[in-house]
């Protein structure tokens, strides 16, 4: 398997742009993570989805973030407007969820840069 | 909701020598615990993880880890530290709700070996 995909890898952006960041889950995987990390915040979970349903969004900063997951393969994590201060990486993360055992596989990350 | 703390932002070893690396849960829930590695400019990959049964966990690059009850830790240690060790380590621990839990991470020690 190739793992967890994301892309781009790397995205600079101006200030009020859309930014769409994506996501491909490792096959058979039922749960996917959103995560950023800053050197200020350390590594943040921002949503999860479960059998593609979103479980839990409170780690959403704000309604300029917005994710979806329309299928079991892929998801989309928003920005729009971006802003400075969204420039973090950001991880996708998927795992095949059971009970508590979550053993999540994380991506290469994607650099976020708004100027 | 559960919760680590992690004692330590930078931890700095020589080369040869022990690495302990301090992890601390709370968790109302018998927990599943983690430890995972990032090195520089990539995704978080797990080192070892407990869930039931043998308290040493033995993982990856010869780490290993203790779940320990009674003091609510979970440490990392490596008998020898190698200088490509030098990596960022964070332990987490799984918070479940409902069906479908998620991984909740500590702050993060940064390892440093020198010669």
């Known amino acids: 398997d190739a793992g967890v995909i994301q892309s781009p890898r790397h995205e600079v952006t101006e200030m009020g742009q859309e930014v769409t960041l994506r996501c491909k889950p490792i096959s058979g995987h039922n749960s996917l993570f959103w995560y950023r990390q800053t050197m200020m915040r350390g590594l943040e979970l921002l949503i999860y989805?479960?059998?593609?349903?979103?479980?839990?969004d409170s780690g959403m900063p704000e309604d300029r973030f917005s994710a979806k997951m329309p299928n079991a393969s892929f998801s989309t994590l928003k920005i729009q407007p971006s802003e400075p201060r969204d420039s973090a990486v950001y991880f996708c993360a998927s795992s095949f969820n059971v009970g508590g055992n979550t053993e999540a596989f994380f991506g290469q990350g994607t650099r976020l840069t708004v100027v | 909701a559960q919760s680590v703390t992690q004692l330590g932002s930078h931890v700095s070893v020589s080369e040869g020598a022990l690495v302990l690396l301090r992890c601390n849960y709370s968790s109302s829930v018998p927990p599943y615990l983690f430890w995972y590695v990032q090195y520089p400019n990539q995704g978080l990959q797990l080192l070892l993880k407990y869930t039931t049964g043998a308290t040493l966990v033995k993982g990856i690059n010869g780490f290993e880890a203790e779940f320990k009850k009674s003091e609510t830790s979970f440490h990392l240690t490596k008998p020898s530290a190698h200088m490509s060790d030098a990596a960022e380590y964070f332990c987490?621990?799984?918070?479940?709700?409902?069906?479908?839990?998620?991984?909740?991470f500590g702050t993060g020690t940064r390892l440093q070996v020198t010669l």
């Open positions: 987490a621990v799984s918070d479940l709700t409902g069906t479908a839990s998620k991984l909740t």
């Open positions: 989805f479960n059998n593609n349903v979103p479980i839990d």
